[in-house]
Each structure stands twice: as structure tokens, then as C-alpha cells.
Nanobody
């Protein structure tokens, strides 16, 4: 059973930075695509960023140039570095894993999910 645990969320002022971590256990996920999603109150869960097994990265347009997704397979951990944060980035951020190495941007294509971590950006 794969378990994903996110950490690193918190309250930050606009323009600030946070780094989210997603630690996986139960299985090595070096061959798996990993994604970050977020969900704001009253909104659907949306794709933020992802990294495939070959280290290629993908981002939603609104975070390109500000967010960076990376992975450390030795630590079985994925990161999301978020710079120049904006109030509209406020949401619960979720880490997710697929059973294959290719990236998809829809939540339904992910097989494992973490519990989420709150990110709040004040103006």
C-alpha cells in the first residue's frame, strides 16, 4: 500500500515562498509519475504541476516560472517549490502518484493521494 504524506504548507505573505514535500512509503515510486494538485474552497481540484519518471516537468500556465517540481528518488520524495506566491494560490495542496511513469493532468488518472496541506497566501 502506497502512502503519501505532504508537509511544508503554511501562511505566507504575497510574494513569499514555500516548499512542499511529499514523502512516499510502502513502495519505491521512482518509476511513477508524481503530481501536485490543489483545491480551493468551492472549487474543483486542479492540476498544478507534475514530473514523470524521466524527470520531465509539466505546469499549469498560471504557475509557470514561479513553481518548480522536482523529485529525489533516493528519498522517495517529491517537492514543489513555490515562489512569488499570490493570494489566488491559496488552497489545499495534494500530492498524487500514478501507477505508470507518464504524466496526466486530470485527478482521475492518479491512483494514490496524500491528505493535503494548506497553503494560505495573504495580500
Amino acid at each position: 500500500q502506497v502512502r503519501l504524506v505532504e508537509s511544508g504548507g503554511g501562511l505566507v505573505q504575497a510574494g513569499g515562498s514555500l516548499r512542499l514535500s511529499c514523502a512516499a512509503s510502502g513502495r519505491t515510486l521512482s518509476s511513477n509519475a508524481m503530481g501536485w494538485f490543489r483545491q480551493a474552497p468551492g472549487k474543483e481540484r486542479e492540476f498544478v504541476a507534475a514530473i514523470n519518471s524521466g524527470y520531465s516537468t509539466y505546469y499549469r500556465d498560471s504557475v509557470k516560472g514561479r513553481f518548480t517540481v522536482s523529485r529525489d528518488n533516493a528519498q522517495n520524495t517529491v517537492y514543489l517549490l513555490m515562489n512569488s506566491l499570490k493570494p489566488e494560490d491559496t488552497a489545499v495542496y495534494y500530492c498524487a502518484a500514478r501507477n505508470t511513469g507518464s504524466v496526466f493532468t486530470t485527478p482521475l488518472n492518479y491512483d494514490y493521494w496524500g491528505q493535503g496541506t494548506q497553503v494560505t497566501v495573504s495580500s
